[in-house]
């Protein structure tokens, strides 16, 4: 199985704040990444898809890079709705695997 | 406007069965592939099962393959996650999600999700 690691595992940020969230595989998985956040007690959303791809409707702030093994998500400015969990998740190959998540916390 | 509502949730026993379901609309069901992702009380996301399109293609995680089934209704918009011989470490809340296309592996990512069933698997 492919393994998703995340880094760092939780960051305290202020609004305005530039944030990047690093998210590596196991061995390479292509483009094959998306990204998600997820609020306490609600669903997951998609952010980006196909490792920089921003997925309809979501802020042009949000950006992803890398490919192979090592991926990057990038916040240009905070905004108090960002503040959540996020997750990178392979689907190069099932299982399908997430990342164990980010939290962006207010500082 | 696409939505997915699940059902189906509940407490059982430790070796129970529950079939969970979720309803879709506003889409063509059928040209979709689906997902199941769960999640444990106070942890992250967990993959669990995937359909492709027409129902042929079917995926499962190992915690579990040989105790869960994956099925559609194209008919119907209906996803299903029949789930046999549950444990504790079953419960969670289970979310349908969509898929972009009809194939299951890409680099599409699950573009529409469904506010979760939760399962409690308990004595």
């Known amino acids: 199985d492919i393994q998703m690691t995340q880094s760092p595992s939780s960051l305290s940020a202020s609004v305005g704040d530039r944030v990047t969230i690093t998210c590596r595989a196991s061995?390479?998985?292509?483009?094959?990444l998306s990204w998600y956040h997820q609020k306490p007690g609600k669903a997951p959303k998609l952010l980006i898809y196909?490792?920089?791809s921003l997925h309809g409707g979501v802020p042009s702030r949000f950006s992803g890079s890398g490919s192979g093994t090592d991926f990057t998500l990038t916040i240009s400015s905070l905004q108090p709705e960002d503040f959540a969990t996020y997750y990178c998740q392979q689907s190069y190959n099932t299982p399908f695997t997430f990342g164990p998540g980010t939290k962006v916390d207010i500082k | 406007e696409v939505q997915l509502l699940e059902s189906g949730g509940g407490l059982v026993q430790p070796g129970g069965s529950l079939r969970l379901s979720c309803a879709a609309s506003?889409?063509?069901?059928?040209?979709?592939?689906m997902n199941w992702v769960r999640q444990a009380p106070g942890k992250g996301l967990e993959w669990v099962s995937a359909?492709?399109?027409?129902?042929?293609?079917?995926y499962y995680a190992d915690s579990v393959k040989g105790r869960c089934t994956v099925s559609r209704d194209n008919s119907k918009n209906t996803l299903y996650l029949q789930m046999d011989s549950l444990r504790a470490e079953d419960t969670a809340v289970y979310y349908c999600?969509?898929?972009?296309?009809?194939?299951?592996?890409?680099?599409?990512?699950?573009?529409?999700w469904g506010q979760g069933t939760a399962v409690t698997v308990s004595s």
């Open positions: 061995r390479s998985i292509n483009s094959y």
């Open positions: 506003g889409l063509i069901f059928s040209n979709y592939a």
């Open positions: 196909a490792a920089s």
């Open positions: 359909i492709s399109g027409g129902g042929v293609g079917t």
């Open positions: 999600a969509k898929a972009p296309y009809s194939y299951v592996i890409g680099d599409n990512g699950m573009d529409v």
